[in-house]
T-cell receptor, first 116, second 114 residues
Framework: AQKITQTQPGMFVQEKEAVTLDCTYD???????LFWYKQPSSGEMIFLIY??????QNATEGRYSLNFQKARKSANLVISASQLGDSAMYFC?????????????FGGGTRLMVKP | DAMVIQNPRYQVTQFGKPVTLSCSQT?????MYWYQQKSSQAPKLLFH???????NEADTPDNFQSRRPNTSFCFLDIRSPGLGDAAMYLC?????????????FGPGTRLTVL
């Protein structure tokens, strides 16, 4: 079974509008962390935001916020006021507490395209 | 600035000709990872080091080897590259086993196999 599912292979958003990128996850470990990374066409993976399974509040980092719904096992990324530079691949990833190697499991990614 | 550096950024090799990709970090992180990422796919973990302890993913081909001579450097050796090994190779580091420790990625090496 997929541990991380991103159901939107590609999305368009108008510049200055908000967009939500979906991510659902599957784990039986009560302790886990969820990450979002951005990957521009140049290739580097850029860390955006983190949510821990025990965090009471949704994470926010500037224009990025995470809509964490634990019961539904979803961790959607919300980007407010989209900019042309937001056009990139976005990956949701999970780390489980039982994993001694601190490894990340990535979803398949969503390609976001911002229209001027 | 502290960072993860990968050299070269672009590597072209011939079918069957060994190639080595390098990664260095100034973050003094314990854990280093090598990922393979093919076009429009998620990164796939090949192996990782926790300090000097090497951990191979079960489905990583024997054709891929790694060395970590010290904390700062890690190498990926592809002994006999095939056409299917053409991909972006990403190196990443993380501080320790904390759940919230993000992985810091290098810019990647794009490997072409002719």
């Amino acid at each position: 079974a997929q541990k991380i599912t991103q159901t939107q292979p590609g999305m368009f958003v108008q510049e200055k509008e908000a967009v939500t990128l979906d991510c659902t996850y599957d784990t039986s470990d009560p302790s886990y962390g969820l990450f979002w990374y951005k990957q521009p066409s140049s290739g580097e993976m850029i860390f955006l935001i983190y949510q821990g399974s025990y965090d009471q509040q949704n994470a926010t980092e500037g224009r990025y916020s995470l809509n964490f719904q634990k019961a539904r096992k979803s961790a959607n990324l919300v980007i407010s006021a989209s900019q042309l530079g937001d056009s990139a691949m976005y990956f949701c990833a999970m780390r489980e507490g039982k994993d001694a190697g601190n490894m990340l499991t990535f979803g398949g990614g969503t390609r976001l395209m911002v229209k001027p | 600035d502290a960072m993860v550096i990968q050299n070269p950024r672009y590597q072209v090799t011939q079918f069957g000709k060994p190639v080595t990709l390098s990664c260095s970090q100034t973050l003094n992180h314990n854990v280093m990872y090598w990922y393979q990422q093919k076009s429009s796919q998620a990164p796939k973990l090949l192996f990782h080091y926790y300090d000097k302890d090497f951990n191979n993913e079960a489905d990583t081909p024997d054709n891929f080897q790694s060395r970590r001579p010290n904390t700062s450097f890690c190498f990926l050796d592809i002994r006999s590259p095939g056409l299917g090994d053409a991909a972006m190779y990403l190196c990443a580091t993380t501080a320790d086993r904390g759940l919230d420790n993000e992985q810091f990625f290098g810019p990647g090496t794009r490997l072409t196999v002719l």
